[in-house]
């Protein structure tokens, strides 16, 4: 909740020119959370831009209430580059792409090149910045919080690395650093889409073929990787939603209702 002022001119003959109006405006937190499972690139693509323009034409008309939206997947192997990467950091070329059925795919998003494949948990938060009171800088940061919170629990050290976005391992060193979670947004009318991606028990071949988010000096990792064992997909979603809700203070509604964990 936030205050907002209005100054309203008084009528003739009172006392005073200007009356200052205070009311109170609640903040819309809730948001619709849907878990896509395993889904192609595109169709995800697609979707997001749908709900991405439901959010800011309700924004724009002052629609209430704004839908929010928190997507999560895995997808079916692909390679996205940002726009503002450079397409050399792609090793192979687009038609051996296709003969290793990998799909690529440049988008809108800021960044540079990443993979994403099954096994690894991918998050879209289509949600309208201002109702949580951070800017392009602290959103990010905070989606990088949400993945060292989720990471917590497994006894997992990871961190932020204030020159390079993400989430990493032993960021401070750069003969040891790895990047456990890629991240990059779009963002218009301060609404956002695309997201993050935290590697689980993703295959980390898929990024021999090329310079991931645009890096040759540093490495890529999983929790797979870190842990010397495979970990239990659904327990890491549940985790990584709990943390959205802490760490943005969002109200998740389930669209889409799967049972709860029982660890």
């Given amino acids: 909740m936030w205050k907002v002022a209005r100054w309203c001119v008084l009528p003739t003959g009172q006392k005073g020119t200007y009356k200052r109006w205070t009311f109170l405006r609640m903040d819309n937190k809730k948001v619709s959370f849907q878990n896509l499972g395993r889904i192609r690139y595109k169709k995800a693509w697609d979707l997001q831009e749908e709900l991405f323009q439901s959010v800011v034409d309700a924004k724009v008309h002052h629609t209430l209430p704004k839908p929010q939206y928190l997507l999560f997947c895995e997808h079916e192997p692909v390679y996205t580059l940002g726009k503002s990467g450079n397409r050399q950091n792609l090793l192979i070329a687009e038609q051996v792409c296709r003969s290793k059925n990998i799909d690529y795919y440049p988008i809108d998003r800021g960044g540079d090149i990443t993979y994403h494949g099954p096994g690894q948990l991918v998050a879209y ?75 689980v028990n993703t295959d980390l071949a898929y990024f021999n073929y090329i310079n991931p988010c645009g890096f040759t000096d540093r490495g ?20 990584m939603k709990a943390a959205f809700s802490d760490v943005f203070g969002m109200k998740v509604v389930e669209e889409l209702c799967s049972p709860t964990p029982s660890f």
């Fill in 125 to 199: 938060p289509i949600i309208d910045m201002e109702e949580f009171h951070v800017g392009v800088k602290a959103y990010v940061h905070k989606l990088e919080e949400v993945v060292i919170q989720t990471l917590r629990p497994y006894g997992i050290a990871a961190e932020k690395d204030e020159k390079a976005m993400g989430v990493w391992i032993d960021a401070q060193r750069p003969a040891k650093a790895r990047k456990i979670c890629a991240i990059g947004v779009r963002t218009s009318r301060f609404v956002t889409m695309h997201g993050l991606a935290l590697n």
């Fill in 220 to 239: 890529v990792t999983s929790m797979q990787k870190e842990l010397g064992r495979e970990v239990d997909f659904e327990e890491v979603t549940y985790r």
